[in-house]
C-alpha cells in the first residue's frame, strides 16, 4: 500500500526522482533544495515525488518537480500526489497551482488536465541545449516549448486572487509605433494581444508583458504629440534568470546603455528602446 507524506529527509536521496523529472541537471541543481516535498512512500521506499514551491507570481504554488519511480508508474501514484498536493494547498488556503511541462509530452500534459489543470500559457525555446538539454524527441515531437497549465483552487467568489485582481494597461504614445511593435514584441518578447486601427484617429497595439497578465498599450496619432523620454522613466522587466537576459540581449541585437540610476548599473542591463525611453532587464525574480 502507498502512502502519501511529507518527506523531511535529504534531498540527494531522491536525486533518481529529480532527475526522471528534469532532463536538465544544472536546472535541477539550482531548485531541488526549495520548497517542501510530498512523497509516496511503499513502506520505507519513495516511490515518488512532488515539490511544491512558491511560484514567480504573488501567491501562486507551482508543481516544480513531479515523479513516479518507473517500475511503478500508471498505477495511480501520479494522481494521488497531485491530489494530495491540491487538498495541502486548499488547506493553506492557497488560490492557484500551477505547473510547466513539456508541449511535446501529451501524455504528461493529458495526466494534469485529467486532473483538473488547465492551459494558461506557452513559453517557446525554453527546452535548450543552452539551458541543458539534450536535443530529444517525445513520441517524434521536439522537446523545446514549455507549457504552464494551472488550476484554480478556491471557488471563484472566494478566492483571494479574485477578490484582489485589478487589471493594469500602461499606455505610451509615439510617433514610431512599427519601430516599438518590434522593439518590444518581437525583441522583448511581448505577447501580441490586439491592436486598433484608426479608432477616432488612433492607431494601437496591445502588448502582453508575460506572466504579469499587465499589458504596455502603444499607440500613434491623435494631436497631441509625443512623451519625451527622460532617463530615469523606466520599464523594469524582472526576468527568471541571467540567462534569459543574454537571450532577449541577443534578440534585440542592439548595444546596452548606460542607465542614469547607478543601481541599475549594477544589478541590471539597461537598453533604449527607438524612441529614447530605457528598457532595464533584470536577471532574477522580484522578490519583496
Ligand atoms: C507523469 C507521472 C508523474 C504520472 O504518474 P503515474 O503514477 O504514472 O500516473 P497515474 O498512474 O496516476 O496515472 C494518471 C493518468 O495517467 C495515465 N497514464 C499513466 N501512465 C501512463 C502511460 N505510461 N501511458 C499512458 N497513460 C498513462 C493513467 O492511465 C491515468 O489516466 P486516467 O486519469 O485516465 O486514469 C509519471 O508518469 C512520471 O513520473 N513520468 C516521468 C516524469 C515526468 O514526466 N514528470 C512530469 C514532469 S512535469
Known amino acids: ?11 540527494a536521496a531522491l536525486s533518481g526522482l529529480f532527475a526522471l523529472a528534469d532532463d536538465a541537471p544544472v536546472q535541477v541543481q539550482r531548485y531541488r533544495q526549495l520548497g517542501r516535498v510530498l512523497a509516496a512512500w511503499d513502506g520505507p521506499t519513495v516511490v515518488g515525488h512532488l515539490q511544491l514551491i512558491t511560484a514567480e507570481r504573488g501567491d501562486d504554488v ?3 518537480s513531479l515523479a513516479v519511480r518507473e517500475d511503478r508508474q500508471g498505477a495511480g501514484i ?5 491530489e494530495r498536493a491540491i487538498s495541502a494547498c486548499r488547506e493553506q488556503n492557497r488560490s492557484v497551482l500551477v505547473v510547466a511541462t513539456a508541449a511535446a509530452d501529451t501524455r504528461v500534459l493529458r495526466f494534469y488536465q485529467r486532473l483538473g489543470f488547465r492551459f494558461l500559457r506557452v513559453e517557446r525555446d525554453v527546452f535548450t541545449p543552452q ?3 539534450p536535443r530529444v524527441d517525445i513520441d ?5 516549448d514549455r507549457v504552464w497549465l494551472s488550476l484554480d483552487l478556491q471557488p471563484p467568489e472566494r478566492s483571494p486572487a479574485h477578490a484582489r485582481a485589478v487589471g493594469l494597461r ?3 504614445h509615439t510617433d514610431h509605433l512599427d519601430e516599438l511593435i518590434r522593439f518590444y514584441r518581437d525583441g522583448l518578447g511581448l505577447r501580441e494581444l490586439g491592436g486598433f486601427r484608426n479608432h477616432d484617429g488612433y492607431d494601437g497595439v496591445f502588448l502582453e508583458i508575460p506572466g504579469t497578465g499587465a499589458h504596455l498599450e502603444l499607440t500613434t496619432g491623435g494631436g497631441h504629440g509625443v512623451p519625451v523620454p527622460h532617463p530615469d522613466s523606466l520599464l523594469v522587466l ?3 534568470d541571467a540567462e534569459a537576459v543574454r537571450v532577449v540581449a541577443a534578440r534585440l541585437g542592439a548595444a546596452p546603455v548606460i542607465p542614469a540610476n547607478p543601481y541599475w548599473r549594477e544589478h541590471a542591463i539597461t537598453f533604449a528602446d527607438p524612441d529614447g525611453f530605457h528598457v532595464v532587464l533584470v536577471g532574477e525574480p522580484w522578490r519583496a
Open 238 to 240: 524582472y526576468l527568471p
Open 78 to 82: 501520479g494522481r494521488m500526489l497531485v
Open 1 to 11: 500500500m502507498v502512502r502519501i507524506d511529507w518527506f523531511d529527509g535529504p534531498r
Open 170 to 172: 500602461v499606455a505610451r
Open 62 to 64: 507551482e508543481v516544480k
Open 140 to 144: 517524434g515531437v521536439p522537446l523545446r
Open 131 to 133: 539551458a541543458g538539454y
